[in-house]
């Protein structure tokens, strides 16, 4: 039943490491986002795909690599970890590109703990 | 890239008291959506207003767009321990397309005590 899914809930790494986030969704959608929560809670756009193609993309060190296989998977990949990157990564999706009639369906985060 | 204001920032308040919230910003939005994000989770979408002046009532909440679409607020009627989360306005220009992005506001803590 779940609509957005992202694996692994939490993950913990030490500086320089390598590391991926997983999402799937079940909705048919074919647009799918990361974004970026920090400790205060705000929430930002790091990526967006539509149909496979990256349409949207923030300015986020090159460290960061999303990857889309097929339109329901988004993946995303980071490479020489920092402490800076810690936060909670949610992976979202739409109907079609965020607008007026496509709400953000939300996985339920991933809290990445970088030591 | 639109400037979301939120305020308060957080909120306690007692079961049964009323509440609102608010999201400014100095643009003019072409529709705005409220959302609700609980400990360990993502955001939900709670509503999407679109027309200026528009008012939107789901259960206890009531949400409402300024004439001017620059504005919204979100009132809690007798505010339960269940309405306790983080309260997210998100708001967006244009008409669609892929370069449109939703811009979040930095969130409304509200803790209700039981």
């Known amino acids: 039943d779940t609509a957005v899914s992202q694996t692994p809930k939490y993950l913990v790494t030490q500086m320089g490491n390598d590391k991926s986030i997983k999402c799937e969704q079940n909705?048919?959608?074919?647009?799918m986002y990361w974004y970026k929560q920090d400790s205060k809670k705000f929430l930002k756009i790091m990526f967006s795909?539509?149909?496979?193609?990256?349409?949207i993309n923030e300015t986020v060190p090159n460290r960061f690599s999303p990857k889309s296989p097929d339109k329901a998977h988004l993946n995303l990949h980071i490479n020489s970890l920092e402490l800076g990157d810690s936060a909670v990564y949610f992976c979202?999706?739409?109907?079609?590109?965020?607008?007026?009639?496509?709400?953000?369906?939300f996985g339920n985060g991933t809290r990445l703990t970088v030591t | 890239t639109q400037l979301l204001e939120q305020s308060p920032q957080f909120l306690s308040i007692q079961e049964g008291e009323n509440l609102t919230v608010y999201c400014n910003s100095s643009?003019?939005?072409?529709?705005l959506q409220w959302y609700r994000q609980e400990p360990g989770e993502g955001p939900v979408l709670l509503v999407t207003v679109v027309t200026g002046g528009e008012v939107k009532k789901l259960k206890r909440l009531t949400f409402q767009f300024g004439d001017a679409r620059k504005d919204s607020s979100l009132h809690i009627t007798a505010a339960q321990p269940g309405d306790t989360g983080l309260y997210l306005c998100?708001?967006?220009?244009?008409?669609?397309?892929?370069?449109?992005?939703?811009?979040f506001g930095k969130g409304t803590l509200l803790t209700v005590n039981p």
């Open positions: 909705l048919g959608h074919d647009t």
């Open positions: 643009s003019v939005f072409s529709s």
């Open positions: 998100a708001a967006g220009g244009g008409s669609g397309g892929s370069n449109y992005k939703l811009t």
């Open positions: 979202a999706s739409s109907r079609a590109p965020q607008g007026l009639n496509s709400p953000l369906h």
């Open positions: 795909y539509n149909n496979k193609e990256l349409i």
